[in-house]
């Protein structure tokens, strides 16, 4: 598997690649790297290179120059840490059983408005982003606890739907800390969220686990006040979702993206 994902992450990226080849500008941009390592290891083009090793070898990297390549390496890392997904060592996807309802950038706005009466709790992530993948069996679990007909559980990836993330204001940089990013709507209207934003725009640290979910969120009395809003709307006994088997789901709810 170590060798099979960079191979796979090559592959799928020829097309793009082909076309960044195409361009002038980062056609000249990597000759001239190319260029420069040649010319400061290659007798005898570095013999006449100042240098300020203390061996006085003219044909090896200086102690700033190392300094200059580990930063270009940090920064180039930092701007293409989505496209080295495969890549790098990632939490599994979650797959089993949930009752989540999966939004689109065209889809969140209208179900949130489709019944005020519904509360809803959506997490916004990125499958990139490590915490979004611990903490996804950890909501699935809550949404198969919790989900009934008045509290209803959504995810919406805000990594591929990027409008959505700037609509509700989710930071979604590599070096961000506001993924993922639970939001209870009541009414249609977004009444509180975790992480917290401060004063100057940054994500109060907010640990996401099952318990600290369930006590800052209410889910308990926000259960119990959906079930009698539901009974009060409904003379039909609800039902309470089983997660015996994964692929069973609700009417209305999706299943992630394979």
């Known amino acids: 598997m170590a060798v099979l994902a960079p191979l796979i992450a090559l592959v799928y990226s020829v097309p793009r690649l082909s076309r960044w080849l195409a361009r002038p500008y980062y056609l000249l941009s990597a000759l001239l790297s190319v260029a420069f390592l040649l010319v400061r290891k290659l007798p005898p083009l570095c013999s006449s290179l100042p240098t300020q090793r203390e061996d006085g070898n003219p044909c090896d990297f200086d102690w700033r120059e190392v300094e200059i390549l580990m930063f270009l390496s940090a920064i180039v890392m930092m701007k293409n840490r989505r496209s080295m997904f495969l890549m790098t060592c990632k939490p599994p996807l979650y797959m089993g059983p949930e009752y989540i309802k999966y939004f689109s950038d065209k889809t969140i706005d209208e179900e949130l408005e489709r019944d005020k009466r519904v509360t809803w709790i959506v997490e916004f992530f990125a499958n990139w982003s490590n915490d979004c993948q611990s903490f996804a069996p950890i909501y699935a679990d809550l949404s198969l606890k919790y989900n009934c007909t008045g509290l209803n559980f959504g995810k919406v990836d805000v990594g591929r739907y990027t409008d959505v993330s700037t609509r509700y204001k989710v930071s979604t940089s590599p070096l961000t800390k506001q993924l993922p990013t639970l939001i209870l709507f009541q009414g249609g209207k977004e ?44 003379n039909t006994p609800e039902e309470r979702p089983v997660a015996s088997n994964p692929m069973e789901v609700p009417d209305g709810e999706s299943k992630k993206d394979k």
């Open 191 to 234: 009444v509180m969220r975790r992480p917290q934003i401060d004063k100057k725009g940054r994500a109060v640290s907010w640990t996401f686990s099952e318990e600290n979910v369930i006590r800052e969120f209410n889910l308990n009395e926000l259960y119990q006040r959906a079930k009698k809003l539901s009974k009060g709307g409904d």
